[in-house]
């Protein structure tokens, strides 16, 4: 298996699992209906992307490339966001289906759209996220051409 893939299954498997512990506690205080408490999603992808991008690197030694560690993060995050997007649509569509409609209502009440929003609305920012963290993990592990490091 590809290095860099199974590095960013590990890390994606983590992220996933943190996303959803976090979610589940949400709710067990019935916090889960306040969309601003979903900016702290942010906090676990970030943090699971750049550990993710460190080991390997850490892993790699001096054959590490910003085309690699971009790839691992990117890889890592889009793993995440797959996962927790298909456990949110099962809970949403299974599990909780008043709290989709609760969301539908008080944040779509003029489009009258589907769950199928809220599940899109989830992996579009996922998949953003992704691309923005990892690009701000990448300034700091990348090779400086401008400072003399080590190699």
Do not use: C
């Not at 999603?41 to 690699?68: P, Q």
């Amino acid at each position: 298996m590809n290095r860099s893939f199974s590095v960013a299954l590990k890390y994606g498997l983590f992220i996933t699992a943190s996303l959803i512990a976090f979610f589940l506690i949400l709710k067990l205080f019935n916090l889960h209906e306040n969309p601003w408490l979903r900016l702290f999603n942010g906090v676990f992808m970030a943090a699971g992307i750049y550990y993710a991008i460190k080991y390997f690197k850490l892993s790699s030694d001096s054959a590490f490339t910003y085309v690699d560690g971009f790839k691992t993060g990117l890889m890592t995050g889009f793993i995440a966001t797959i996962l927790f997007t298909a456990f949110m649509a099962i809970y949403l569509f299974h599990l909780d289906t008043n709290f989709s409609k609760m969301l539908l209502s008080e944040w779509f009440s003029n489009y009258e759209e589907g769950t199928g929003i809220l599940v899109f609305i989830i992996l579009i920012e996922g998949l953003a996220s992704t691309v923005v963290l990892t690009l701000t993990s990448m300034q700091i592990f990348k090779k400086s051409h401008n400072i003399p490091q080590k190699s």
